[in-house]
C-alpha cells in the first residue's frame, strides 16, 4: 500500500512560518483525498486542512484558516502545508493522511509517521 513521509518540522518562534512536506510513494496522489492532521499529547488527532486535488477542492480547519495553505505538486508526488503566523497553539505532531480515493467523505487510512512542529 502507499507510503507517506513527512518532512519540514522544527522549532520556529511566535510568527514565523514553516512548510511541511509530505512525500507519496507513488505517482496516485492526484486520485486521492489528502490531508493534514496535527495531535497534541492527551488530545483527539485534528484535522487541519484537506484537499481533493482531482476536484480542486480545499477545506481548512477554523484555527488554521487564512494562515495555512495545503497544496500539492503532481510531478513530486509531494503534499505541503504552507504554515504562517503560527502560534503556540499551532505546536503538535503533524501527520499526512491520504485516502485511498476521491470518495466523500473520505477514508484516511493510510499515515504518515509524523513531523514535530513547536513554536515558542
Known amino acids: 500500500h502507499v507510503q507517506l513521509v513527512e518532512s519540514g518540522g522544527g522549532s520556529v518562534q511566535a510568527g514565523g512560518a514553516l512548510t511541511l512536506s509530505c512525500v507519496v510513494s507513488d505517482d496516485t496522489i492526484r486520485s486521492r483525498c489528502m490531508a493534514w492532521f496535527r495531535q497534541t499529547p492527551g488530545k483527539e488527532r485534528e484535522g487541519v486542512a484537506f484537499m481533493s486535488a482531482g476536484d480542486s477542492f480545499t477545506f481548512y480547519d477554523d484555527s488554521v484558516q487564512g494562515r495555512f495553505t495545503i497544496s500539492q505538486d503532481d510531478a513530486k508526488n509531494t503534499l505541503y502545508l504552507q504554515m504562517n503566523s503560527l502560534n503556540s497553539d499551532d505546536s503538535a505532531m503533524y501527520y499526512c493522511?491520504?485516502?485511498?480515493?476521491?470518495?466523500?467523505?473520505?477514508?484516511?487510512?493510510?499515515w504518515g509517521q509524523g513531523t514535530q512542529v513547536t513554536v515558542s
Open positions: 493522511a491520504a485516502a485511498p480515493d476521491l470518495s466523500w467523505p473520505p477514508d484516511f487510512r493510510y
